[in-house]
């Protein structure tokens, strides 16, 4: 992920201008030391710079694809233009990066993703439960907002009585807490979820500005999500110098949720090093790896003196050699640690593979400054196959 920003980078972040205020948890993704030191839960933020979607609400009602009230109409045939379009959609923009037609129309057939299309207004705004998305194991919507002219959705807000990590008294925090009654009207602040009505608990999410669209608000939770394949989903948000909250309730119903696979006896070693794969999850629009790890990060001759080996990642591969592209990939500016929990997402499969192939790899890193052998624009780095750590896992529908 590059070095860590100063911690006077840390005052310019939207970490601070929005969640620090109840959760004093930072929305830029940072590394997961960073993000376990605050609440021990992650918030990351997209960086894709805003892109216009002007076709997302006339696809989605003219096609036969279109969903209303969170239940298919019908599936009908996703053609390919049909099936690129879908991804521009809020939601599938950030979740579909590089699926294919049939794992658009196998989401679409199974529930995974709908369109609500809810609103309510309060005091002259407006807001729209515009798509929702969950799979098993993520739960994504989007809030769009109108009513105002604003910089943002997300409110920059910090309250005047939360607990910060480091200094409190900074002219920038000082700045970000205002007094209720004097908040610009119309920002968004962090919505409460609720599952059957009860509060989810969650491990890493994203809440914010969503950056391909204008006047909207993307919640995405990811880790930690043990929710049943159905619920009465509850969204109550407030909007700042606006009474009354906003509450969205939403049936949700996932015919076919993500195949789990727990595999027994799944750990593989390498001298001091080992690791322990524990969950695999396919879906339509995902695939996740859980694992942990631990002992020193097995080296090459070429990470000895100067230069040294970054901490073990984990590259997927399905039956047809296909290489699973992650979610996100973290560099840290330090030595590994020995212990590692992996619960990482991937792009997803075409279909249901026979069975996926785990292949660990290392960075070589520089001990000076801890930059990364050939990294660039289109590459994260000179990688080291750990060809005795490579594992193969069955996949049973």
């Known amino acids: 992920m590059g070095q860590l920003p100063e911690q006077t980078e840390y005052a310019e972040m939207n970490a601070l201008e929005q969640r ?3 959760s004093s948890l930072p929305m830029r993704s940072m590394s997961d030391q960073i993000m376990n030191r605050i609440g021990e839960r992650e918030m990351t933020r997209l960086s894709t710079k805003p892109k216009p979607n002007v076709i997302k609400r006339a696809i989605l009602v003219a096609s036969a694809a279109a ?10 045939f996703v053609s390919p233009v ?11 923009g950030v979740l579909y990066e590089g699926t294919s037609e049939d794992a658009v129309k196998a989401a679409i057939e199974q529930g995974i993703l709908s369109e609500p299309n809810l609103s309510l207004t309060h005091d002259g705004v407006t807001l729209k439960v515009a798509d929702l998305l969950y799979d098993g194991t993520r739960l994504s919507f989007i809030l769009e907002r109108e009513g105002v002219d604003l910089p943002g959705t997300a409110s920059p807000y910090i309250s005047e009585d939360a607990t910060l990590i480091g200094n409190q008294d900074s002219e920038y925090v000082k700045s970000r807490k205002v007094a209720k009654e004097d908040q610009e009207k119309g920002y968004i602040e962090m919505p409460r979820i609720l ?4 509060e989810v ?4 999410g994203t809440f914010g ?8 608000y993307i919640v995405e939770l990811a880790k930690g999500l043990k929710l049943p394949d159905q619920f009465e989903l509850t969204i109550q948000a407030n909007v700042t110098q606006v009474n009354e909250t906003f509450e969205f309730k939403i049936p949700v119903n996932v015919a076919n949720p993500s195949i789990v696979v727990k595999p027994d006896q799944a750990t593989k070693s390498d001298g001091p090093f080992s690791y322990t794969v524990k969950q695999l999850d396919i879906s339509p629009v995902s695939t996740r790896l859980v694992l942990d790890s631990k002992g020193e990060m097995p080296a090459s001759v070429e990470q000895t003196g100067d230069y040294s080996a970054s901490m073990v990642y984990y590259e997927l591969v399905d039956d047809q050699g296909n290489v699973l592209t992650p979610r996100k990939f973290d560099y840290f500016n330090s030595r590994p640690e020995t212990e590692y929990h992996i619960d990482q997402l991937y792009s997803p499969v075409n279909g249901t593979p026979k069975s996926i192939t785990i292949k660990p790899f290392t960075l070589t890193v520089n001990n000076k400054d801890w930059s990364v052998v050939g990294q660039g624009k289109d590459s994260f ?6 060809q005795d750590l490579e594992m193969t896992i069955p996949v049973k529908p």
């Open 20 to 22: 620090i205020r109840e």
């Open 67 to 76: 969903v209303l009230g969170g239940t298919v109409i019908g599936s009908g």
């Open 82 to 92: 049909m099936a690129a379009t879908l991804k521009q959609i809020p939601v599938l």
């Open 195 to 198: 599952v059957d009505g009860q």
């Open 201 to 204: 608990a969650m491990g890493e």
């Open 209 to 216: 500005d969503y950056p391909q669209q204008d006047n909207a």
């Open 381 to 386: 780095g000179d990688k080291t196959y750990l």
